[in-house]
């Protein structure tokens, strides 16, 4: 039972990057102009990339063939994505403000969770944390 819910853990948590992953590509012009008005350098091409990192990433975590290296990719993707994205410190308009904040929170907790995910997954060596 505890192998199952672990595998519906995995495929709950994989379910956004999957979702903003593919949106990346399906999406890839306006997404473009967005990130490039947030000072993205080459947009277009960090945008294909981050979707292929998302992908990559959710694949990893789920399947639990390589969870600490996804796991690592998506701590680097959306710790990126805060700083470049979710500026909330350099916003004026409350609204906007809290709406940043907001974005940049839920990335926090995104980026606690595959941290999480790195360090239980010693339990296939053996590590008990993991048991």
Not at 23 to 49: D, I, L, R, T
Not at 59 to 73: H, K, Q, S, W
Not at 88 to 110: C, G, R, T
């Amino acid at each position: 039972m505890r192998g199952f819910l672990i595998l519906i853990a995995r495929l709950l948590y994989g379910a956004i990057f999957f979702s903003s992953g593919y949106g990346h590509f399906a999406y890839a012009k306006p997404m473009s102009g967005y990130a490039a008005s947030k000072g993205v350098p080459n947009a277009e091409m960090a945008v294909q990339f981050t979707g292929g990192m998302m992908l990559t990433a959710m694949f990893g975590i789920v399947t639990g063939l390589f969870t600490r290296l996804g796991a690592g990719m998506l701590i680097t993707f959306l710790s990126a994505t805060n700083y470049f994205m979710h500026p909330f410190w350099k916003v004026e308009d409350p609204q906007q403000k809290q709406m940043e904040m907001a974005s940049f929170m839920k990335n926090i907790s995104l980026i606690g969770g595959a941290l999480t995910l790195a360090l239980l997954d010693g339990s296939k060596k053996g590590d008990e944390a993991g048991k």
